[in-house]
């Protein structure tokens, strides 16, 4: 047996033991995830489930499912439907260019055909057999004619398929209300730039806003949920245009907003984000149907600088801890999360 061969099977007899070992049933997803993991195939399930067994956490189906839909399934589906298509056009436009070279050929063929021809009836010596070789090469022309109309035919529509694909995956990335990328998206981010970072192929450091809208209950509650979505809108609008470059403005769920900084240090981070909860602040809120004015909103912010080899999910948890810190110190600031177990620091904008 193969070298590869043998570490493929290692992989699989791993796997098959975490699942009797966790007592879980052999389903696909919970087998995937069990073996990327021992495949060392994706960091953040790694990470995630070493974690859990250092701590000495039970790993449970729920958690497996939430790992494989979080980091494998649509991945996985959206790839292989692009790279299935992009071979498809690729044989298409490999097919296309050998039949334009065979109808290019076969139109130089016939008309030595058709001279030939011409020069023995000039000469009293006409060819039966030339002639029907002439005649079945014009079948052999407009069938290949045909052809290259079927494959021009199909080319279009790959390629029809392939910007559907590409609409339908940046709906599926994009909050549907907000215009914002969502968190299906933010969590796809995050995840490439931990790997970067743990990996060495970016150097520079990142930070995670959490932001949360203070009492939008109350606005919710009291001019009901249509201005609720207006507001949203408003506030994620500010957002992303007070942003630069490659950060990203998601919506995490509900009035909760994270903002992936990509080689931004903390400082940065922290005068970013007294701007923002600034320019929040002075923004008067109306309703587009009546022009009444609801006043002001304002943010609280919890931010966080990632540590080299800590998880995505501690990331969000040390930003989600300093955003519950700036709530309870009295909202509309923004607290900082230390590293590891500090306790955050809460700064008054």
Known sequence: MSPLKSRHWDTV?????????????????????????????????????????????????????????????HRHTTDFLRQGMESFADVIENSEQSIASVSSELGIY??????????????????????????HTRKVQKTVSTLAEQLDSYHQQIAHLQSELQKAQEQSLTDGLTRVSNRLHFEQILTDLCHAVDEGEDSEPFCLMMIDLDQFKQVNDRYGHRVGDEILVLIAGILKTNIKGRDTVSRYGGDEFAVLLPQTTLDEALFLAEDLGNRVRAREIRAKSSGTSFGSMTISIGIAEYQRYET??????????????????????????????????????
């Open 13 to 73: 007899a791993a796997t098959l033991d975490a699942l009797r070992e966790y007592d879980l049933a052999p389903v696909p997803e919970l087998f995937h995830v069990w073996f990327v993991f021992f495949a060392d195939d994706n960091p953040d399930i790694v990470r995630s489930i070493e974690l859990a067994r250092q701590q000495g956490t039970a790993i449970d189906e729920k958690q497996l499912l939430d790992l494989y839909y979080r980091y494998i399934l």
């Open 110 to 135: 016939h008309k030595v055909l058709e001279e030939a021809d011409a020069v023995l009836r000039r000469d009293g010596k006409p060819s039966d057999l030339l002639t029907a070789v002439s005649r």
């Open 312 to 349: 995505s999910s501690s990331i969000v948890d040390r930003a989600d801890s300093a955003l519950y810190r700036a709530k309870q110190g009295g909202r509309d600031q923004y607290s900082i999360a230390l590293p590891y177990e500090g306790e955050p620091e809460t700064v008054a904008p």
